[in-house]
Nanobody
Framework: QVQLVESGGGLVQAGESLRLSCEASERLSRIYAMGWYRQFPGKQRELVADIVSGSITNYADSVKGRFTISRDNAKNTLYLQMNSLKPKDTAFYLC?????????WGQGTQVTVSS
C-alpha cells in the first residue's frame, strides 16, 4: 500500500505561482505512474498532469506551458509547479500513484486563485 501526503496548496492571486508536493511512503522507483488530478465542485476529477515510467509526462491542454510535473526519487516526492495561475485553476488537487495495478490517492489540497 502506498500512502500519499500532499502539501503546498493555498490562496494566491492570479498570475502568481504555487508548488504542490506529494510525499509517498514508497520509493518512487517502484511506482509505475504518478500524477495530479483536480476536482471542481460538482464535477468529476480531471487529469492535470502525470508522469509515467519516471520520465514520460502528459499534461491537460488547459495547463500546458504553465504547469510542470516532476519527481525527486531521493525524497520520494512528486511536485507540481504551477505558474501563471488563473482563477479557473481554483480546485481541489489530488495526488495519485499507480503501482502493481492498484491506484492510490492522497487526501488532497485546496488551491484557490483570486482575480
Amino acid at each position: 500500500q502506498v500512502q500519499l501526503v500532499e502539501s503546498g496548496g493555498g490562496l494566491v492571486q492570479a498570475g502568481e505561482s504555487l508548488r504542490l508536493s506529494c510525499e509517498a511512503s514508497e520509493r518512487l522507483s517502484r511506482i509505475y505512474a504518478m500524477g495530479w488530478y483536480r476536482q471542481f465542485p460538482g464535477k468529476q476529477r480531471e487529469l492535470v498532469a502525470d508522469i509515467v515510467s519516471g520520465s514520460i509526462t502528459n499534461y491537460a491542454d488547459s495547463v500546458k506551458g504553465r504547469f510542470t510535473i516532476s519527481r525527486d526519487n531521493a525524497k520520494n516526492t512528486l511536485y507540481l509547479q504551477m505558474n501563471s495561475l488563473k482563477p479557473k485553476d481554483t480546485a481541489f488537487y489530488l495526488c495519485t500513484a499507480r503501482m502493481y495495478g492498484l491506484e492510490y490517492w492522497g487526501q488532497g489540497t485546496q488551491v484557490t486563485v483570486s482575480s
